[in-house]
């Protein structure tokens, strides 16, 4: 059986990596017969409706799932072989008791009420014997049509039509559900629910399953993994933040409210059972039980931009003295730079020790576009990429999102210096002042700024 996936035309690098993902989670195999994380659709064959069902109980990249009946390439190739589908093996939702209603959706071209009455009544040959329902129908149908890339020169006829029968839709409402306009407690960074799903779906939670976010922050990739059965769990070195003591990132906002907290937010979408808590600490000194205990490792690291990279230590010389023992108790210890590097490494290695075999760790590595390259994504003898996502940040930077699974192997972590100068080179096309002009040549000749060894040297100088 055929079905067609229709997604949302947003964070199209994620939509194959979190089919992989759900297929290994949930035991459905995928056999691809349109795989495209550029086309609006994918569509799969499949033994039954239950797998295809089964895919969209956890997607978010999914909008709807049809049962393909057919398709073509114009409106008489369509017409041609939606004539020669076999209705009466369909018979049951056709029949007279049956209510229906025809969506009718299109890609890059809007289609006027007139114009979709147009192609259902086009369809008047297919056997549909109940009565029409538009607002409770039993069974829906889906017309879609697809009309290219390029809005400034749309085809004179669709460059694909396809319809089918509504198999049911994916985990949108979960977005609208976990959205941060309506959250207790956020911060600066919080991650939006959309992407904080789908790193959920890349890790593989599951009910049961522990996952542990070691640079939690607000919770935000915490809340997602609940939301989908996780048993999660986090650490911070900011105790200001995981306390609701910094300042409010809302406007207009001008305290925190009381009752702000962590919790809070678990309390608020019901998820309080799946919560283990958090607790303040360094990560560079992992307070973490150092054995294989976790399912999943989902965390979006600082980057020394909108917050800063620290870890417990100092530059002086303590051999000789040590801290009166009446401090002790509200003694806050000293801090310096953690560099992305470093903390990458820590992140791979704890990672390794960490994860119960097959278990999975998904992180954001921010890099500066034009230094990356595959050969250069960090690596661990004891983890497999399983995924390589990127989201462009601007015309200079873009975060990558890494999806490994651990596999047999010991060993540390190898991770380039020259794709973790991203707080370095963060600020270059600023200093250079590079005229929008430029700007856009070179974006359009090498999809970055392509900036020279020599440039980044003049431009460090000015920053």
């Known amino acids: 059986m055929l079905f067609l996936f229709w997604c949302v035309n947003e964070h199209q690098q994620f939509r194959l990596a979190e089919f992989e993902s759900l297929s290994c989670l949930l035991d459905v195999p995928l056999v691809w017969v349109f795989r ?73 071209r809007k289609i006027s009420v007139a114009e979709q009455l147009e192609k259902i009544e086009s369809l008047s040959y297919i056997p549909l014997q109940g009565p029409v329902s538009l607002n409770s129908p039993q069974v829906t149908f889906s017309y879609f049509e697809f009309h290219g890339f390029d809005r400034n020169n749309l085809p004179e006829e669709p460059l694909k039509i396809m319809f089918g029968r509504l198999v049911g839709e994916g985990q949108r409402e979960k977005i609208t559900k976990l959205s941060i306009k309506k959250r207790k407690f956020i911060g600066n960074t919080t991650m939006d629910p959309q992407l904080s799903l789908l790193m959920a779906n890349l890790g593989a939670v599951a009910a049961g399953r522990v996952v542990l976010d070691p640079f939690v922050g ?6 997602a993994a609940a939301e989908f059965g996780g048993l999660v769990l986090g650490g911070d070195i900011d105790y200001l933040t995981l306390h609701a003591r910094t300042r409010p990132s809302r406007v207009g906002q001008k305290v925190r409210a009381e009752d702000e907290s962590m919790v809070a937010n678990f309390e608020q979408y019901g998820l309080t059972s799946q919560y283990l808590g958090v607790i303040a600490g360094d990560f560079s000194q992992s307070p973490w039980r150092d054995q294989p205990w976790l399912d999943c490792v989902v965390t979006d690291p600082p980057y020394g931009i909108r917050e800063g990279t620290t870890r417990v230590g100092t530059e002086k010389d303590f051999s ?31 990672s390794a020790r960490s994860l119960r075999v097959g278990g999975r760790l998904v992180y954001w590595l921010p890099v500066i ?95």
Not at 340 to 346: E, G, K, R
Not at 419 to 446: C, D, W
Request: net charge neutral.
């Open 218 to 223: 607000t919770g935000s990739l915490l809340v």
């Open 320 to 350: 000789t003295t040590s801290i009166p023992e009446e401090y002790l108790d509200t003694h806050v210890p000293e801090k310096v730079a953690y560099t992305l590097q470093q903390l990458v490494t820590d992140l791979l290695n704890f």
């Open 369 to 463: 576009r034009q230094n990356y390259r595959p050969d250069r994504v960090p690596s661990h003898p004891g983890l497999r990429l399983v995924a390589d996502c990127e989201q462009v940040l601007s015309s200079h930077t873009s975060r990558r999102l890494l999806v490994m699974e651990r596999v047999e192997g010991e060993g540390k972590a190898t991770v380039s210096k020259e794709l973790t100068m991203f707080k370095e080179q963060f600020y270059l096309p600023v200093a250079g002042n590079i005229s929008r002009k430029e700007r856009k040549e070179r974006i359009k000749e090498h999809g970055h700024l392509n900036l020279s060894e020599q440039e980044i040297q003049q431009f460090t100088k000015q920053l």
């Open 36 to 108: 495209s994380s550029e086309h609006p659709w994918v569509i799969l064959d499949m033994a039954s409706q239950k797998e295809a069902v089964r895919i969209i109980s956890r997607s978010i990249s999914v909008k709807y799932c049809l049962h393909l009946w057919a398709e073509g390439n114009s409106y008489q190739e369509f017409h041609t072989n939606l004539r020669k589908f076999p209705f009466q093996e369909q018979a049951k939702w056709l029949s007279e008791n049956i209510s229906f209603k025809v969506h009718v959706e299109s890609f890059n």
